[in-house]
C-alpha cells in the first residue's frame, strides 16, 4: 500500500520524483493524469500524500483534487501541486479544495524531502 | 548576446567591386553574409535551417541562362526564402525574364542601398520583437537547460529571424502560446542521438529509448512554456478566447513544417557541451506568432515581491 502518490503526464518528471522518494525510503505510486490518478485514489486508500501536476491531459491537476476531496469524499489526504503555473486564481482555486501547498518546477528533492516525510507519516 | 536580432543571408555574389558595399550594409543591419561554394550550394541549402534571404546577383554564374537555372532551382528547393537581386543599375525587376522573374521578390543596387534596406525591413526584420522579450526568452531557456542538463554548459547564440521552414533534427516539440498580446507556437528541434547520448551517461536512465528523448523534451517544452506564461501572460482570464485556428502542416518527408503564414519566425540556438568528452547538444527554439502579434501590449507580470517563492520551494497554505 504506497504512502505517496505522484500524478504528472510526463515519464521524466514522475521517474524523478518518485525515484527520489523511494531512495530515501517512500513507499511512492504513480500516475499519469488526473483520470489515472483518481482511480488510484479510490483504489488505494492508504495513500497519505498527493504530488501533482496541474496541466494534464484527460483531467488536470485542479480537477482532480476537487473530484477526490467530493467524489471520493476524502478530505484528509494531503495533496500539494508540482507544476510550472504560479498563477494566483489557480492557487486560489486550489486552496478552495483544500491543498496543503504549492511547489514551481523544477522539482528539488532535498528542499522538500522532510515535508514531505511528515505529511505522508 | 547583443540586444539586436540578427538574420542569416545567403550572400551569391562574386562581384568583387561590390562585395564591399554589401558587407558594409550586412554589418549596419544586423544581417549575417554566408557567402558558399557554387558546387556546394544545394547541398547547403537542403542542410542548412535557419536562413533569413538571400542576396542574388544578376552575375551569379558563368552565363545568363546558368544564372535563371541556378536561382529557379534555389526557389524550388527553398521557395519560403526571399531571394532578392542585385541589378547594375535598375532598383525593381523590370526587363527580367517573366519565366524566372517569379523567383525574385525585389531587385536593388550598390548604388542606393536604402532599396535593399526597405527589402530587409519588408521580409525579415518586419516584426518587432521587443528587447525585454527576446533577453527574457533566453534568461528562462537557459534557466531551465540547465536545471535539466547539470553535467553540461549551456550556451546560446545571439538570437535571430529566420524565414526557413525546415525542421532541424528528428523530434521536435510544439506548444500553443496564448495572450491578449501574442497567439502562436514554441517549438523545440534537436538530434534523438545528442540526447540520447546525454541520458545514458546518466545513472538514472541507464538504458534510454526515443521514449525518453520525448519525454524529456516535453518537459523541457512544458517548463519553458510554464515560465513563459508565469513572466508574460499571466492570469488565465487576460487571455483573448479567440477560436481563430489554422492547420499546421508537417512534410516529413521532405523535413518541412508550416504555420500557414509567411510571417518570419524568432530563433534561439541553444549549445549544450559536455566539457569532459566535448560532445554538445544542439537545440533549436522557435517562436511563431502567426496567429496574431501585438507587441505593442506586451508587458511583464510584475508579482509582488512579497509572494514570491523562489521555484522548486515549497510554498505551504
Not at chain 1, 501536476?53 to 483534487?65: F, I
Not at chain 2, 542574388?56 to 541556378?70: D, H, K, L
Not at chain 2, 515560465?227 to 477560436?243: E, H, L, M, P, V
Amino acid at each position: 500500500m504506497a504512502k505517496i502518490l505522484v500524478v504528472d503526464d510526463s515519464s521524466t518528471v514522475r521517474d524523478e520524483v518518485a525515484g527520489f522518494l523511494k531512495s530515501n525510503g517512500l513507499d511512492v505510486a504513480t500516475a499519469v493524469d488526473g483520470k489515472d490518478g483518481l482511480a488510484k485514489m479510490k483504489a488505494d486508500p492508504g495513500i497519505k500524500l498527493v504530488l501533482s501536476d496541474v496541466n494534464m491531459p484527460n483531467m488536470d491537476g485542479l480537477t482532480m483534487v476537487e473530484k477526490i476531496r467530493s467524489e471520493l469524499g476524502n478530505a484528509t489526504v494531503n495533496i500539494i501541486m508540482l507544476t510550472t503555473e504560479s498563477s494566483p486564481s489557480m492557487k486560489e482555486r486550489g486552496k478552495a479544495a483544500g491543498i496543503k501547498g504549492w511547489i514551481v518546477k523544477p522539482f528539488k528533492g532535498d528542499a522538500v524531502l522532510e515535508t514531505f516525510k511528515k505529511l505522508s507519516a | 548576446m547583443t540586444d539586436s536580432l540578427v538574420s542569416k543571408v545567403l550572400v551569391l555574389d562574386d562581384s568583387p567591386e561590390h562585395s564591399a558595399a554589401i558587407k558594409k550594409f550586412c554589418d549596419e543591419n544586423n544581417l549575417v553574409g554566408l557567402k558558399v561554394r557554387k558546387n556546394r550550394l544545394m547541398s547547403v541549402l537542403r542542410s542548412n535551417i535557419d536562413l533569413g534571404a538571400i542576396l542574388y546577383s544578376e552575375a551569379y554564374g558563368a552565363s545568363p541562362a546558368e544564372n535563371a537555372e541556378i536561382a529557379l532551382r534555389i526557389h524550388t528547393v527553398r521557395p519560403e526564402l526571399p531571394i532578392i537581386l542585385r541589378r547594375e543599375s535598375a532598383t525593381n525587376l523590370d526587363g527580367i525574364n517573366e519565366s524566372i522573374k517569379r523567383v525574385f521578390c525585389a531587385g536593388y543596387t550598390t548604388n542606393d542601398m536604402s532599396s535593399l534596406g526597405k527589402v530587409i525591413d519588408e521580409y525579415i526584420f518586419s516584426l518587432v520583437y521587443p528587447n525585454a522579450l527576446v533577453r527574457g526568452i533566453s534568461e528562462i531557456t537557459e534557466n531551465i537547460l540547465s536545471s535539466q542538463f547539470k553535467q553540461l554548459t549551456t550556451r546560446w547564440d545571439t538570437p535571430y529571424i529566420v524565414r526557413d521552414r525546415v525542421i532541424f533534427g528528428e523530434v521536435f516539440s510544439l506548444i500553443p502560446l496564448e495572450s491578449a498580446w501574442c497567439r502562436g507556437y514554441m517549438m523545440l528541434q534537436t538530434e534523438e542521438d545528442a540526447i540520447l547520448g546525454v541520458l545514458n551517461r546518466d545513472p538514472l536512465f541507464p538504458e534510454s529509448s526515443f521514449r525518453d528523448v520525448n519525454s524529456l523534451l516535453g518537459e523541457i517544452t512544458n517548463l519553458i512554456w510554464g515560465a513563459f506564461k508565469n513572466r508574460y501572460i499571466g492570469d488565465a482570464a487576460a487571455t483573448s478566447g479567440n477560436q481563430i485556428q489554422v492547420p499546421l502542416v508537417v512534410n516529413h518527408k521532405h523535413k518541412y513544417i508550416s504555420f500557414g503564414t509567411e510571417n518570419p519566425q524568432l530563433c534561439f540556438l541553444y549549445t549544450l557541451s559536455d566539457e569532459n568528452t566535448g560532445k554538445t547538444v544542439k537545440l533549436y527554439q522557435r517562436f511563431i506568432f502567426n496567429l496574431s502579434w501585438s507587441p505593442e501590449d506586451f508587458q511583464e507580470i510584475v508579482n509582488d515581491t512579497n509572494d514570491l517563492v523562489d521555484s522548486g520551494e515549497l510554498e505551504l497554505f
